[in-house]
């Protein structure tokens, strides 16, 4: 269980190497819902279909991100909630 939170608290941090960070980003241009037209297979989507995401602005001017998707499997819509923000 320790490693568990361990790797789930450190499995994020830090910008990987060899990765370097959009210049220039236009934020009011992203803002909205994005609606999935093709995707890379990822874990966390994998059996969902209509997926969207909808990005908006916080009070503290940090990115509400917000994944959603039907999984036929169950009938239901699953959905995940995070924040995105600049380094």
Do not use: H
Request: with cysteine.
């Amino acid at each position: 269980m320790i490693f568990f939170i361990l790797f789930t608290v450190t499995a994020c941090v830090g910008t990987p190497d060899g990765i370097t960070a959009v210049r220039g980003f236009e934020q009011e241009r992203n803002l909205g819902t994005w609606y999935e037209i093709t995707r890379i297979d990822n874990r966390f989507e994998r059996g969902l279909s209509n997926v969207i995401a909808t990005y908006s602005v916080k009070d503290n001017g940090d990115i509400r991100v917000v994944n959603r998707g039907y999984k036929a499997a169950t009938n239901l819509w699953n959905e995940a909630k995070d924040t995105g923000r600049f380094l």
